[in-house]
């Protein structure tokens, strides 16, 4: 190995998101290393080495491997798939470790030991190979011989797993429940080390956050003068404009949430963990006090809060599915209704407080189990606890909103069925379902629709000062026909978010119909963004008002509409003049907070973040949240509040913010069961130094003086952005020619064209180009920020290619790489094309999973059955788009979630045989409601997945393939594609099958009648 000591020296760039090094070679000259830089897949991780004097990595072309080790003599042994058995504890399904070993040192590789567990980080110590498996229950290190006898266990961790170790050949260093512990093998010992890391601990220092960057809920007061929001966990209140910010609660150690100001506007109540469970409390809003504890009983997690306009009186709706109410003067908690599908969301008192709104799914008669994708608007009388249906069930009612004078409750609902065609295929869809509707809320209440007589001059807000200290009207309401009253707004349908009600007016918001554009291997919906509009009922017209408007309250003075966009906030008064024909012009009144322009100044207050505590607070809330809604109550027979424990213990230990992701992983991967997340957060960001991509594959040639480009790859041109930039039009750059320098700097072998694109992600830049005639030539050109779509692109269209080669083009290939708006798109771009040969192969390796699986069964399973045959075009398939013979699938270990569920309803269905290995086998869905204090998601596996043949066995197993067929490294070596050779193989047998059918075009179809003999009826 090369000496130690001089400076650090960064050997690649490759802007990989995983890179494990892993081993040295004999001559300690290189490093071996796995990463997933060029991989079109980012489960999966190929292995590399590189130079210690830096330049260009080198692939070794085996394929995918998380961690690999070389022994002096040469052999390598691979360790795949998984490579910490600590985050999902008791892993048994298709990507549990595996290791593959070339004995010989002849390039064959072969299964080192095949146990029920996860076996992973193979390391050789001396003759023998140790590796991390948990088959035992905890995982711990073992070792064997070269060819898999001889098994030995040389730790004995028995409460946390043995993670992350190291060797240098002789001694292995793992870490297990934040201790580092030495194994020595030959002397059968293992020491915990006193390691010391002398250090400020800067990630655990206080530090102060701006509000507008962690708004989580806000709400303005009754009056309409003052606000209270809560940002980082941390309740605010503050006049609009004037004074200062408030700030109450008990720090980073309590989280309160769901604030809701109380009739008098004074005080508020708020959602606290201050004892461990969710209460409610009551806070001062503007005086020093101690809170008022409301509630002692356990009320679940809170999901929902709303506050009674006349009286101390607060509803609520939880994670079970309830609706309360919460009499505030003695903590009484009545339950007033339960739905058996979904949670009741959208709660709204009326202005006299005798009634309260909500939605709620239902079922729709006794013998019928209630949609959890349907809602109907239900009131409640908050006094007698009389539940009313307010509208019929039909698809989602939501957002009930209160007209302040009585008579009618708004809401929003997908009531209109007006389909629209699809584009690119024979489809129809809703994508512009909903609108906005009215309830008359008794018989003799007519249409808010029809003109009224009114005098030529007339000044609505005059009129609602004259009345805005009078008490509010008492709402009566005539249930007797009540879901034969709904009106609908005389409006187009769209895409509505929210609806408020002022006298004589609602507002309501609307959003841009947009479609998801895939871009990588990612998909993200745009900010939820949209306009302002207002109906006017004097006017008898819709309006916008304001556009770049996310969420709206309404304050209880029916004038005072606060709104956010995007990280700012505004007030405005919701009955100010109409703009004439939605001439929005708020330009002229500018930006800076003030009474006159609306926006608030969100700066004047900051929150106080004391990490160790958010940190504990944070870990109990995470642990609270499995508890409450994991999808067992038994919690699959784990004792919780023994995990709860074990790892609360660690707490202290915490340091960074990283280090509390990896202890909540560890906490749910005891649970054994998939889909139990923690994402995002508040961590700490290093400079970001983006490297750019030029979508093309290089290498060093010495004699040329450069890196000579061996392969372009191309994504679509008309979209620059997954296309290589080399491929631009005008550029004439191709295969074979030379990079010599990159912005006007050489290339060298250990100053490779990675290392020169450091920091030059989407960046236009010079590039010095060699022909083959010796012909130098400068190009300017803009860099890609990733280029994983464009070799996935490759990767679909040379299987595509194989497959069209190798059956003379009768056979169509699809990949679908997920199971989300990405998935969707890439198979329809395939399947569109390729449905209308002989066979189709339908691969979902590397299905990442999703929720749109049974759309595309439901659309290989269609059966063709029929044909239109015209006199001059081709015979047309009915049903349309059905696939014309047999199918094969390709499924793989990385296949999972939605994935998983698409191969094995792909047997369920008898659409063909599976070819592959048996998928990742999680099934446990998830719907992440709620965020941590920081932002973090963590996800609790609510939704266990059945299957009519397996019961619930496809999770923490996969679906087994009808054949099995491994993809060794040396297959990789050789480009061998044995999945493929077999699926091919099959597809072969099953359209020889076709024999006796007759032809059309040299096709095998259905009989067809011969179009001119046929006479009609």
Known sequence: MPAAGGPAKRLTHLGAGVCTISAWDRDGRRILFASDAASPFGTETIGYTVSVEGGAPA????????????????????????????????????????????????????????????????MWIGDRVAFLSDHEGVANIYSTRPDGSDLQRHTNETTYFARFPATDGTRIVYTAGARISVLDPAADSVRVLDAGTPSTAPQTARRFIDVADSLEHFAPGPDGTALVLVARGTPITMPLWEEAAVQHGSGSAVRYRETEWLRDGKRFVCVSDAQGRERLEIHAAFRDAEPEVATHSDIGRVTELAASPTADVVAFANHRNELCLVDLDDGAVRVLDRSSASRIHDLAFSPDGRWLAYCCAVSPDEATTANPETSIVRIAKVKSGAVHDATSLLRVDRAPAWDPDGNYLYFISTRDFNPIYDALQFDLSFPMASRPFAIALRADVPSPFVPKPAPLHRDKRDDDDDRRDRKPPRIEIDFNGITGRIIGFPVDEGEYGEIVAARGR?????????????????????????????????????????????????????????????ERMRAIDALRDLPEENDIDDEKLGNEPSRRTGWLDLTRASVLVEPAAEWA????????????????????????????????????????RSELSDLMWEMHGELGTSHAY?????????????????????????????????????????????????????????????????????????????????????????????????????????????????????????????????????VGYVHIPDMGPWGFSEFHRGYLSEFNRDALIVDVRYNRGGHVSPLLLEKLARKRV????????????????????????????????????????????????????????????????????????????????????????????????????????????????????????????????????????????????????????
């Open 59 to 122: 692939p070794l072309g085996l394929g995918h491997m998380r961690t690999l080790s070389l022994h002096a003599d040469g052999r390598l042994v691979i360790g795949r798939n998984n490579d910490d058995p600590a985050r999902w504890k008791r892993y048994r399904g298709g990507t549990a470790g595996d290791i593959w070993i070339d004995a010989a040192g002849n390039g064959t590789f072969s299964r080192l030991i095949g146990l029920n567990g996860n076996v992973c980080w193979p």
């Open 506 to 566: 609602v507002l309501f918001t609307k959003f841009p119909l947009k479609g998801i554009k895939p871009q990588g291997r990612n998909w993200e919906e745009e900010d939820d963004i949209g306009t302002l509009w207002a109906y006017d009922f004097d006017q008898q017209r819709a309006v916008s008002m304001q556009s770049d408007v996310a969420e709206i309250r309404l304050a209880a003075d029916h004038r005072t509409l606060v709104y956010t966009a995007q």
């Open 617 to 656: 607070q944070m870990y109990h809330e995470a642990w609270r949240m499995q508890g409450e809604q994991f999808w067992d109550e038994h919690m699959s027979g784990v004792d919780w509040n023994l995990v709860r424990d074990r790892y609360a213990v660690l707490l202290p230990l915490v340091r960074t």
């Open 678 to 810: 923690e994402i995002g957060g508040d961590h700490r960001e290093p400079p970001q130094y983006r490297r750019g991509f030029l979508g093309a594959d290089v290498a060093w040639d010495r004699d040329a003086g450069g890196y000579r480009i061996a392969k372009i790859y191309r994504g679509d041109s008309w979209d620059r952005a997954i296309d290589s930039p080399l491929a631009a039009p005008g550029l004439d750059v191709r295969e074979g020619d030379v990079i010599v320098a990159v912005s006007g700097r050489p290339v060298s072998e250990t100053t490779s064209v990675d290392e020169l694109l450091v920091n030059a992600a989407d960046r236009d830049l010079p590039i010095t180009i060699a022909t083959a005639k010796k012909e130098r030539r400068r190009i300017l050109l803009r860099t890609l920020r990733d280029e994983r779509m464009l070799r996935y692109r490759a990767w679909v269209e040379a299987n595509r290619a194989l497959v069209h080669q190798r059956t003379g083009g009768r």
């Open 866 to 1017: 029929g044909y239109d045959v015209s006199r001059y075009g081709p015979p047309v398939p009915y049903p349309p788009e059905s696939v014309a013979g047999p199918m094969v699938a390709l499924t793989n270990q990385f296949a999972g979630s939605d994935g998983d569920i698409f191969s094995h309803c792909f047997k369920l269905y008898s659409l063909g045989p599976l070819v592959g290995k048996r998928t990742w086998g999680g099934v446990v869905g998830i719907n992440p409601y709620h965020r941590l204090v920081d932002g973090t998601i963590t996800t609790q596996p609510e939704f266990s997945f059945w299957f009519v043949d397996v019961g619930w066995r496809v999770e923490n197993y996969g679906t087994d393939p009808d054949y099995d067929i491994d993809i060794a490294p040396h297959d990789v070596r050789d480009g061998h594609d044995p999945q493929m050779e077999k699926a091919l193989e099959l597809i072969a047998q099953r359209t020889a099958s076709t024999n006796g059918k007759p032809s059309f075009e040299g096709r095998p179809v259905l009989t067809i009648p011969n179009a001119l003999s046929h006479t009609p009826n």
